[in-house]
């Protein structure tokens, strides 16, 4: 049975970190691509940062980009996001999902979603 788990989600201040955790069971990591989205309220779910395991490429959106990263661990079948810096803008529930490369749209298998909320 394919499942993502996500966790490390909280309540931060701003300028602050968190990393989250997506842990894959059921399938092994290489060979696909993980991506990261989050959805504030009332908004559309985005796309945050993808790795492709594979060859280990890693993709960022715009509004992120030099404050997150995102890594894997094969042994522990586990993908990262490492957020620093965080912004109030931030603030939202993280899903981690599987897909066949990070170019790509469909995004077969999702996790229940961790909230972050960044606020003093």
């Known amino acids: 049975q394919v499942q993502l788990v996500e966790s490390g989600g909280g309540l931060v201040q701003p300028g602050g970190s968190l990393r989250l955790s997506c842990a894959a069971s059921g399938f092994t990591l290489d060979g696909y691509a993980i991506g990261w989205f989050h959805q504030a309220p009332g908004k559309e779910r985005e796309g945050v940062s993808c790795?492709?395991?594979?060859?280990?490429?890693?993709f960022y959106g715009n509004s992120v980009k030099g404050r997150f990263t995102i890594s894997r661990d094969n042994a522990k079948n586990t993908v990262y996001l490492q957020m620093n810096s965080l912004e109030a803008e931030d603030t939202a529930v993280y899903y981690c999902?599987?897909?066949?490369?990070?170019?790509?749209?469909?995004?077969?298998?999702w996790g229940q979603g961790t909230q972050v909320t960044v606020s003093s």
């Open positions: 999902a599987r897909g066949d490369h990070c170019s790509g749209y469909v995004w077969d298998y």
């Open positions: 790795i492709s395991i594979s060859d280990g490429r890693t």
